[in-house]
């Protein structure tokens, strides 16, 4: 059981670990896996929107059935929204 919680904790950390793409971009671990997953070139991006923009394409070029990569494009806005919008 001990080993189990071990594990489930340390897949936690590894997933939301913070990943540094450029000066001013960074994304966690699971959102890069995902991305990677459905290819989407985030390392020539310089910002969530540019990002996000993928994203859009990906998920229309797929009709919108990659429920993965519309909860990280959801994480992103949001993310987006609370730090890069003045309120």
Do not use: R, W
Not at 20 to 41: A, C, G, R, T, V
Not at 63 to 73: C, F, H, K, P, R
């Amino acid at each position: 059981m001990k080993k189990e919680l071990n594990n489930l904790i340390e897949n936690t950390i590894h997933k939301n670990h913070l990943v540094k793409i450029n000066e001013k971009l960074y994304l966690k671990q699971y959102q890069i896996d995902i991305l990677e997953l459905n290819h989407i070139p985030y390392q020539n991006c310089h910002s969530i929107a540019e990002i996000l923009f993928l994203i859009d394409e990906a998920l229309e070029d797929s009709d919108g059935m990659d429920d993965s990569l519309d909860d990280v494009a959801k994480d992103l806005q949001e993310f987006n929204y609370y730090h890069n919008t003045n309120k």
